[in-house]
């Protein structure tokens, strides 16, 4: 007999860290960080655009469509500090909330900018926002697939925040 909708055990919170906090940044970002001149902040940039990504798979999930509330992320979530060894506030010379503030404005103003027929979410304009913060002029490879690892990422966290 299948168990019943009462009878199954409820899902695990879902713990925005996981979106952001729990990778290896250097593994993961390798071949990005041999590219760029100041790997720690280039380390610190993909920390807080994965906090926006979870915060935005968040929200797109639990908000209804057309909700105007804030672009923060939700104030009991833990603000990312540090990453692979490098303090986020030490590496971009700013405190914390106000990092977090100017990124998180940034990337929707791309992310609801953005939108148009082949990206209708407005994830590759995002992603173009991260690159210019890594880049002057970002190698087209590596746009390609932060811009893949986006959608790939946003989908999974949708799925996550939606309890499966």
Known sequence: MAPTRASRPAAAPFDPRAGYAQLDYRRHYAELLRRHPHP???LA??????FWLTS????????????????MPLRHWPLPREVAGHDIEATLGDWIGAVVESRFDLYERFFHLGRNDQDPLGLDAATLALSCQLFALTPPPVLGRLQAETREQFAALVQACAGG
């Open 56 to 71: 935005c798979a968040y929200r797109h999930v639990h908000e209804r469509p057309g909700s105007t509330t804030t672009r």
């Open 40 to 42: 720690p902040v280039a």
């Open 45 to 50: 940039e993909l920390c807080l655009f994965r």
